[in-house]
Nanobody
């Protein structure tokens, strides 16, 4: 079973940037898609962005134009570049690896944006 380890979270002020990384224990090319999700206190986990094995990307409306998902297959790593951060982006961010019928999750990394 693949292991996913997120890093790069932290405390920033509104308007600043962060880059999250998700390192996988095996080739990410074998997965149909990789994604980033987030869960704020008292809310359900929601999609942030996904990237397919072909490189097709998909974003939540709330992050379009500010966040960019990318992948480095050689490093088995997926990134989430987050610019112009807002307090409402505060959440635990989770990396996911998708196969038909299965999803694997990382442990999450906390992102806190102060106003």
């Amino acid at each position: 079973q693949v292991q996913l380890v997120e890093s790069g979270g932290g405390l920033v002020q509104a308007g600043e940037s962060l880059r999250l990384s998700c390192a996988a224990s095996e080739s990410i090319f074998s997965f149909d898609a990789m994604g980033w999700y987030r869960q704020a206190p008292g809310k359900e986990r929601e999609l942030v962005a996904t990237i397919s094995s072909a490189g097709t990307t998909n974003y939540a409306d709330s992050v379009k134009g500010r966040f960019t998902i990318s992948r480095d297959n050689a490093k088995n790593t997926v990134y989430l570049q987050m610019n112009s951060l807002k307090p409402e982006d505060t959440a635990i961010y989770y990396c996911a690896a998708h196969l038909v019928g299965s999803t694997y999750w990382g442990q999450g990394t906390q992102v806190t944006v102060s106003s």
